[in-house]
């Protein structure tokens, strides 16, 4: 009898300990926050799709980090993150929203790919306008980049 009580409470202190101990698990998480985006495993649509949801959220490290170093040593807009966030700020300064609707790959050969999208950019007057168009990719040793994020050929439609 003496030692089915102490199996008991043993047992009890070790359930209790086990979801105290869960608890704090779960809590830590939380308070870490979301993890950062692992640019290298984004697939070339996952790369554009990323670039115009990052550009509405302001997130402009992240889409920053999307664009091939090339473009950034030729594109004066783009030469340091803090030129690229007030450029990106400026040009999208009425702007509300940026949901990407759809990607979908055009061309791919292993190095480089193109992938068609459509985003809608929703102002702070609550019109909005469609922007597509087709982005070239290259693939780096840190994932695809963007080669001309701006675009050549965007439409609004």
Do not use: H
């Amino acid at each position: 009898m003496k030692n089915n009580l102490m199996k008991y409470i043993l047992t009890t202190l070790l359930i209790i300990f086990m979801i105290i101990l869960s608890s704090c698990a779960a809590k830590n998480q939380e308070q870490q926050g979301p993890q950062p985006l692992d640019l290298k495993s984004l697939t070339p649509e996952q790369a554009v799709k990323e670039y115009y949801k990052t550009w509405g959220t302001y997130d402009f490290k992240t889409q920053y980090g999307l664009i091939d170093n090339n473009f950034k040593q030729l594109e004066p807009s783009a030469k340091d993150i803090q030129t690229f966030s007030a450029f990106m700020l400026a040009f999208f300064g009425e702007g509300k929203a940026i949901e990407p609707i759809e990607t979908s790959q055009t061309y791919f050969d292993g190095k480089e790919a193109k992938v068609g999208y459509r985003v809608k950019l929703l102002f702070k007057d609550n019109t909005e306008k469609i922007l597509s168009g087709v982005q070239a990719l290259k693939l780096t040793e840190n994932g695809w980049k963007l080669a001309a994020p701006y675009g050549d050929k965007a439409k609004v439609e």
